[in-house]
């Protein structure tokens, strides 16, 4: 029997993750934070290990026995700069050198992000051949992250996997645009050009990193080597204007409004949300780092390398993940469903409670 660890698993992601590895037979121990909220773990009774990325020595006792360590601990948001670094780039070193130190080490596989490669052009998704330039602070502690996994590439068989926009069950970045959505029938979307985006859900993806661990090729301690770094997205890549519409079909919104907004609209409402983030000391998904982000053009990425090396394709297309997602968060009460949507709420997915 396998036994991973899962580092971030009281996360979004890593509930989805640490429910498919033990569906899958193996062992699973997480590191988590004194307070961090177990509730969507502890129906799985994986093994918990209280500490942080931060702090090496809780890192080495959650590695006892362990066989395949997924780092998704990290930080999406901050206040602070520094705070990018600490957590996304020093945490990877730490959980790379711990692991390191190991008599046998174990797989270890980061989880970065498409924001550490940059955006794309509109017609040519990012490959991992291509030059990283991440547009902001966020993905330059997440290029920051590979690079200190690199480092230590000869003892410890790493691979990197950078998602795209991520969407699923449990996901409360995301349920914003959805409500936006169901609330009001219209989808805001930054400029007047019809920039694209990749998207993977958070089951699609857990089973991407699952692949990586045991059939990805690992990478080298040589930066400009693009060997072991994948993109794991599910290939569709719509325009964000089209993202909503498919998120309005299946909220029973079928002639949902796509509203233009030039891109100083969006720097000023990051820039409002930034001044009272600062004043309340709760950072805001649309701050000026993911205004930069936002404002940059398409985001689409590629998964022909991870297909290719590994057989990766996801399990269902991308509108019926955002259905599943949509009647998860009007069966959660997270959403309420607009009347048109009522008759299609007729059973349960299988998803994280």
Known sequence: MTHALVTGASGFIGAHLVRELMRRGHEVSCLVREHSDRSRLEPFAPR???????????????????????HLAGVTKCLHVRNYARINEDGVANVSKCCAERDQPPVLVVVSSLAAAG???????????????????????????????????????????????????????????FKTIAKFGFHLAPGFHDDRVSVIHAEDLSKALMLAASQGRRVSTNPSDATGIYFAADGENPTYAELGRMIGRTLGRYHAWVIRSPKTAVWCIATFN??????????????????REATAGSWTCSSEALNRDTGFVPDQSLYQRLAQTAQWYVEQGW???PRQMQPTLKGRHPTVS
């Open 48 to 70: 918990f290990v209280t500490g942080d990325v931060t702090d090496p020595t809780s890192i080495s006792r959650a590695l006892d026995g362990v066989d395949e360590v997924y």
């Open 119 to 177: 955006p794309s052009s509109e017609s040519k998704p990012r490959t991992e051949s291509d030059t990283p330039n991440p547009v902001s602070n966020y993905g330059r502690s997440k290029l920051a992250g590979e690079r200190a996994a690199m480092r230590f590439a000869a003892d410890v068989p790493t691979t990197i996997v950078r998602p795209p926009i991520v969407l699923g069950s449990g996901d409360r970045d995301g349920l914003e645009m």
């Open 274 to 291: 930034e001044l009272v983030s600062q004043v309340t000391r709760h950072p805001n998904i649309l701050n000026l780092d993911k205004a």
């Open 335 to 337: 959403l309420q469903a």
